[in-house]
């Protein structure tokens, strides 16, 4: 516990650097500031860089000419913390327990981006760092990484490298050495659904008067089939099929269809017909309701028809499929089920486009070989449920492929309450990104 | 303005008394001890009675056996005021525009049953009551009268009486002379939709575990065809179809659809096919969602596929639907909808039977003869797509027909924000009491 690197964790933690809550910006830009203090302690050249929305912050050490460049991604934002009373402890107040440390963006990113920070840290003390770094970690992930893409297009010259690694992903089991090579793209989507002027009297009024939550549910409703495919008109006509070695990789994974249930808490799994859950989460696009409102939510009951609703819809979008598009069939798709008096007022959010990376190349194979050396074992190949749009951007813009080493637990409740992360992944990506940037420079 | 009736009337409108939120006990205590004093003023004999919920204020004029008895009933709770910021004026700060007062309860059901107050309380002063009066006005109308059916059981012989009054009905138009014949009954339930054990990653899970909301959308989406005819097997059972002459009084009302469409602030009514807007809301049965929740709601947007979700949903019933009944068939129904890896937990809330009665009876002409001595016209028949469950308690356990004169305006925004009632419809409803005591004193 006395350990400064666990200390160094906590510290970070501790900052409530929510990017989608517009009052949590004084919170990001101190918890960039103690990014940027804790590169240039280490000898970085470092700097904050300002976007549009939260700064980027940018640390390159000492340059060489004769070494590869390894660029390193993270974020510092994290998801918003609600329902808060749901955790077990504050979630801007990091606990250690289990061998566990508790907190909003414990794992995501905060503990996986810091390991790479402090293997780098490592290294230079020891005067043994393989390749030049640039760490490039950004204040936007959780909502998109809007500003990244252009930053990358401002910042290009500075930002060339050879191959670019993150540790932004699950491992297929707990402990086991996992490479991702494909990751869902999203797009999405704010469907606020309007009524009567007012809230109304649901007996004075009810049965001649369409009702907002109920046309919500409805609409809702005709996104799936019975058997969970979307109903989309054109959803999946730009999804490449999985070949049959990715079935295969599927199907050989550690991970299991009974170890998703469980992680998720459920007896019954779900979902798109003659897919296993793997295939489902790596491989199908989906269409997920992601909150919804509308009418009285308080204690007891309140006889009124609403004068609104609203709901919010991600789509996990798998190769080839594109944002843009999708977030157009979708309003297509709502707009004509819209029921007569019923007005819909369509939000087209944040997008990101799927990844896709062959894991035969030469980096991809060195990047097997450092977490076989520090695992102990072959790594499972899988493809990831979530998203990093980010990951596209780099292949466009720095012509440079991402190499998703996964030190996340399947446990560590990323995005929902008592996030967590074993202190055992903690030094283990450190010990990581020591022998990657090793195999990287040697391959 | 100065007039006291006016300042009796704020006093009254200023009192949080919300039945359904607990926190308001206090205020519906004190609003009930207001009401004694002023009724004990007037000098009746009044008690405050306790009941198993909010207590039940009751007022008998001095007794005279020769003359009739009528209850003239009441409630001084009020609906919750929520959404607060939608108000123009606080809710329980009252407030005089436009010739009307704006508040939370004003006209349900304050401002109605403070007119017969004052107008029984002209009489004694005038030494010209030509019946006895008991006052009825319970604390728990809008929480489905809960403990009334039993205290009416156990005060049966202190409420002997010929007849009962009750102003808590909509006129058909702006001042325009209403007797309701029929109410609608009412159930609640609310129905909470368990998936995930905890919040889950939208990326990581989403498209194989069951979605809660998504659950919940479908759930009640499978209430209604696209016709809006309710789905639930056997709703329908027990609907007593509307006679040939209720239909004709129906398309004579004043009331037209296009004035239910204006007051509701919509373009276009919807509702069950073959019925005009007037029936389907005074003689057809409804499942009206009053709220729905689940996931993300704040700002922005959460990657969340959430562990639970809810929909509070209320039935209006007609005659010979029973609220158990009917409650028993939708849980069926929601039970038999429930898709795999989806848990519920159904809550059955208040019921009331739906009301009837003979318009052309001793009493109903007495009470159409005084409308049209104090508004100058033949009154408008109506069914109500309101309830006051208790009605059907009055029948059976005093044996007494309820007389439904309507002093709320179509536009009082009752349940809503901006609650508000004519003080023309206050000084109207002085005048209606003593009119209507005078007519069934003589008929």
């Known amino acids: 516990m006395n350990d400064p690197r ?6 970070f933690v501790r900052f409530p650097s929510v990017s989608a809550q517009s009052e949590h910006g004084p919170d990001l830009r101190a918890c960039a500031d103690w990014l940027v203090g804790k590169l240039g302690r280490m000898g970085l050249e470092v700097r904050l860089v300002a976007t549009a929305g939260h700064p980027v912050v940018l640390g390159k050490t000492p340059g060489d000419p004769s070494k590869r460049t390894v660029l390193i991604y993270g974020h510092y934002d994290v998801q918003p913390a609600e329902p808060l009373e749901a955790w077990t402890s504050a979630p801007f107040d990091p606990q250690i327990r289990d061998g566990r440390i508790f907190g909003r963006g414990s794992t995501d990113n905060k503990g996986q981006i810091l390991a790479h920070i402090l293997g780098v840290e490592e290294a230079l003390l020891a005067g043994t760092l393989p390749v030049n770094v640039i760490f490039l970690i950004e204040g936007e992930e959780e909502v998109g990484s809007r500003n990244l893409g252009d930053f990358l ?13 993150i540790s932004d992903t699950g491992m297929a089991a707990d402990g086991y050495p996992t490479l991702s090579y494909a990751l869902r793209g999203i797009a999405a989507m704010e469907v606020r659904v309007f009524g009567p002027s007012h809230d109304l009297h649901s007996g004075v009024y009810g049965g001649a008067v369409a009702n907002p939550a109920t046309a919500a549910a409805r609409l809702i409703a005709s996104l799936h089939d019975a058997g969970g495919r979307v109903l989309i008109e054109g959803f999946y006509d730009a999804v490449r099929p999985m070949d049959t070695w ?9 991970l299991k269809d009974a170890d998703i249930a469980t992680q998720a808490g459920v007896t019954v799994l779900a979902g798109e017909k003659g897919y296993s859950a793997v295939e489902r989460i790596g491989a199908r696009p989906t269409a997920e309701i992601n909150g919804i409102g509308g009418g009285y939510q308080g204690e ?21 499929q594109k944002p843009d598009e999708i977030l157009a069939l979708a309003e ?16 087209r959010g944040h997008g990101g486009e799927p990844f896709h990376l062959d894991p035969n190349g030469k980096y991809g194979l060195a990047a097997r070989r450092a977490l076989e050396k520090v695992f102990g074992k072959s ?45 055992a992944n903690f030094f283990a990506g450190i010990r990581l990104n020591r022998s990657l940037l090793e195999e990287l420079a040697a391959c």
């Open 246 to 254: 990715e079935r295969e990789a599927a199907a050989a994974s550690p």
């Open 300 to 320: 007891g009951s309140k006889t009124v028809l609403p004068a609104e609703a609203f709901f919010k819809v991600t789509f996990r979008l798998v190769p080839d």
């Open 153 to 165: 297009k401002t910042h290009r010259d500075e930002l060339a490298c050879d191959v670019i690694a």
């Open 6 to 11: 666990i200390q160094e964790l906590i510290e």
């Open 332 to 347: 297509k798709h709502f707009l004509k089920h819209c029921p007569p008096g019923i007005r819909l007022e369509i939000e």
């Open 379 to 423: 790594p499972a190949l899988t493809r990831e449920g979530g998203s990093i749009p980010i990951l596209v951007d780099f292949q466009k813009t720095l012509g440079r492929d991402s190499l998703l080493l996964a030190l996340a637990s399947p446990d560590c409740r990323a995005h929902a309450p008592d996030e967590n992360f074993p202190l």
